[in-house]
């Protein structure tokens, strides 16, 4: 274990070369709006302003820097064989599940979205929790007892979170709610 | 010396009258829940804490987010060693001797020396915030438009350069972050930047919004996506340091306290860095190699002692630079600013009595963190068994009240969900968030200081590099990126490697 190198945080693992060279394709066309937005913006020149004081000058260095850090990234990964068969990489076991991030993300959205402004925010935050809990903790198969067991118990944290939260902030920190 | 003390016993007496005590002993503890709670990070507990404590006095509410910010990355050992899950980035390092302490049953024991570790290195680099600040804020006085822009520049490379992983999308992730932060009116014609005719948009992008969004809302969707934790070990031997344990590893500490200062001090690296630098250190010095990785007590006790060293270190480029020295000191110093504190070289000469305050603080929460990790054992492990699905819906509706809090503004609430989203995406893909923060803190100082130069200059950028602090800062820069590049570091180590007779580098 002495001589092993230190494990790889999350963020320290490399992608595979295909998927850095469709990020970077995408930071260049990124870095190419941005270009295109700060030419379309005034100079002021013509009132007495100098080129520096651009509005569009230090938008446009950012965007310069963008494409060229991608334009590296890109010819890194076309060398690593991102155009060969072996540069998608393998596919590997991590124990994502991605139907369980657009039942969050889709969730989370709707509260936002649907919910906060339309009914007072505690009523907002109880309906948000208790159907984000009771959604997770679904099972197939379950009894109805337990089912409606569950569903008590995700009524209860989402009663809890709205009027904690509410009170909290509302009275306590003097915190103005949406 | 004499009146240093006086102010900072002032300080202290100050802090803790009225609610100060109260106070400090709620925000340490939820720093210490926020940081063992996996999915929870420092940055988020500090950027949720920013937006619902701005209504009170300034100090207090700096208090809380210190105490929150000083308890988060200490709790964050809590779950590496029970769960092996780090609760925060930051306790990723105090996994891998913490975790197989406690399948030996060891514990209590290695919470034991993470709270000594932890205690040790707050209090060493809290006297350097107290040796260093002034001796820095004296320097940093003489600097002007030229220096702070390469400051800002040095911040983001640094950053992409050594928060670890691929420096290349470091820096592309520290680029979009400044350019994000030119987001709506420029300082010197209120021409309203890619606002695409949206008074919302013209205003600009609300810093702690987007923290909120890109550290809360990403890691709840990141929580709920991933594999769920597993059950933890409940039987826990005693959890009182051994001072043999502290007395034997003096050295490990007195290292690991100097590296997690001097990390932090760099912007944007942060406890991460730290914990990892120090127990790479530790390993290398070390007389129990064979240990590491297996249940040492010194590699366990470096990790913490530098991760902990490097909070009050981050602070110290805060006071005296106006640069954070990590993400959640990035927060710290935005906080600082809606609170209506100068942080930077003239903070020093305005507010001075701030900075014994800050000292202050650091000491109170670090006392404070030590008392909840000698008493608050069998409720933290309650809380960790809480399950994902009842916690990351509270922690959303946080995140919500967070990003309104400030501006009570629902636009607001719109930039959270929309950072939620990048800041998930990028992380996906790889990119480091440090450089991402820091780029969106320093983005106003490096377009304010870059454009005030070219003034100065008449549009010449000649002092950018002949001024002999500019230029050093930005030799130092670029060396940094050259560096990065693959084989450059191999091929300057060749020029400096002795060459046999013959002539040939061996």
């Known amino acids: ?178 | 010396m004499l009146d240093s003390l006086g102010q900072f016993g002032g300080a202290l007496a100050h802090l803790l009258s009225g609610w100060g005590v109260l106070n400090v002993f709620w925000a340490t503890l939820l720093g210490i829940i926020i940081g063992a709670l996996p999915g929870l990070t420092a940055t988020m507990g500090v950027a949720l804490m920013t937006t619902l404590t701005f209504t009170m006095p300034h100090e207090q509410a700096i208090l809380v987010l210190v105490c929150i910010y000083v308890g988060a990355i200490y709790g964050g050992s809590r779950s590496a060693i029970l769960l092996n899950i780090p609760g925060t980035p930051a306790s990723a390092c105090s996994t891998l001797d913490g975790f197989p302490l406690a399948r030996q049953g060891l514990a209590g024991r290695a919470m034991g020396i993470s709270t000594s570790g932890s205690w040790l290195g707050t209090l060493f680099g809290i006297l350097c915030v107290a040796a260093l600040t002034p001796v820095l804020s004296e320097i940093a006085l003489k600097f002007q438009s030229f220096e702070f822009f390469w400051i800002a520049v040095f911040g983001i490379v640094i950053a992409g350069t050594l928060a670890g992983g691929d420096p290349l999308k470091g820096y592309i992730a520290g680029f979009l972050g400044l350019f994000i932060a030119t987001i709506g009116q420029e300082p010197y014609y209120n021409y309203q930047r890619f606002a695409f005719g949206s008074t919302d948009i013209a205003g600009g992008i609300g810093l702690l919004p987007a923290l909120v969004g890109a550290f809360g809302v990403a890691e709840v969707l990141q929580a709920m996506r991933g594999p769920a934790v597993q059950a933890v070990s409940s039987k826990i031997d005693s959890v009182i340091p051994r001072l043999e344990d502290v007395f034997k590893y003096w050295r490990t500490i007195l290292r690991s306290g100097a590296i997690g200062t001097f990390i932090g001090i760099l912007p944007g690296l942060g406890e991460d860095t730290a914990a990892w630098s120090s127990y790479a250190a530790a390993r290398r010095a070390s007389k129990e190699k064979e240990k590491y990785g297996k249940g040492s007590i010194e590699g366990l006790m470096a990790a913490e002692t530098g991760e902990s060293a490097c909070v009050p270190g981050a602070i110290i480029p805060v006071l005296t630079l106006a640069v954070p020295g990590s993400a959640p000191a990035a927060v710290l110093m935005a906080a600082m600013l809606i609170h209506g504190l100068n942080p930077g070289p003239n903070l020093m000469l305005q507010t001075p009595e701030f900075f014994y305050q800050i000292v202050a603080m650091l000491l109170i929460a670090d006392m404070a963190k030590l008392f909840f990790g000698l008493t608050l054992v069998r409720p933290l492990l309650w809380i960790l068994l809480v399950p994902r699905e009842r916690l990351m819906p509270v922690v959303f509706v946080l995140c919500v009240v967070g990003a309104y809090a400030i501006t009570s503004r629902v636009f607001d609430i719109y930039v959270m969900l929309f950072f939620g989203f990048l800041g998930f995406i990028l992380r996906e893909l790889k990119f480091p968030m440090a450089p991402l923060i820091l780029g969106l803190v320093l983005g106003d100082l490096l377009e304010k200081n870059l454009t005030r130069g070219l003034v100065l200059s008449g549009g010449s950028i000649a002092p950018f590099f002949t001024r002999p602090v500019s230029g050093a800062i930005a030799a130092i820069t670029i060396f940094s990126i050259l560096w990065s590049i693959p084989g450059f570091s191999g091929r300057v180590a060749g020029l400096f490697r002795r060459r046999p007779a013959g002539g040939q580098a061996t």
Request: include cysteine; glycine fraction near 10%.
């Open chain 1, 1 to 178: 274990m002495a001589d092993e190198p230190l494990p790889l945080l999350p963020h320290e693992e490399r992608l595979p070369p295909r998927s850095d060279l469709w990020v970077a394709a995408g930071s260049l066309t990124f870095s190419a709006a941005i270009l295109t937005l700060t030419f379309r913006m005034p100079t002021y020149t013509d009132q007495g302003g100098q080129i520096y004081t651009a509005p569009g000058l230090v938008p446009s260095f950012y965007g310069v820097v963008i494409g060229l850090l991608s334009l590296w990234l890109a010819g890194r990964a076309l060398r690593a064989g991102a155009l060969s068969a072996a540069g998608k990489g393998e596919p590997r076991e991590t124990g994502n599940s991605n139907a369980r991030f657009v039942l969050a993300a889709g969730l989370g959205l709707i509260f936002i979205v649907g919910l906060i402004g339309r009914m007072p925010f505690w009523l907002a935050a109880t309906v948000f929790v208790t159907v984000f809990v009771a959604a997770f903790e679904w099972q197939p198969g379950l009894a109805s007892t337990a089912r409606a067991r569950r569903f008590a118990v995700a009524l209860a944290i989402g009663l809890c979170t709205g009027i904690l939260v509410t009170l909290v902030f509302e009275r306590v920190f003097l915190v103005r709610l949406p």
